[in-house]
């Protein structure tokens, strides 16, 4: 029988009375960040996601522009 020791746990995984203290600077830290950043990095990855010609699965449908021939038409 090959019983391997327990690997100690990582540095940040230390538990404690100032576990708490790191955690809530953490959350702070992440909700600290503006929506509007958030959408603006979650748009630069679409693109850069929707830019790869061999990407797998369904494709977003392409928006039609404002000032295509069909609005020209009317």
Do not use: W
């Not at 809530?24 to 603006?40: F, K, M, Q, T």
């Amino acid at each position: 029988m090959n019983i391997e020791p327990a690997t100690p746990p990582l540095p940040e995984c230390h538990e404690g009375p100032d576990a708490f203290q790191r955690f809530d600077s953490l959350v702070e830290s992440v909700l600290a960040v503006p929506h509007s950043l958030i959408e603006r990095r979650q748009r630069a990855y679409r693109k850069k996601v929707d830019a790869n010609p061999n990407r797998r699965g369904p494709k977003r449908k392409v928006k039609p522009h404002a000032s295509s021939d069909h609005a020209e038409g009317s």
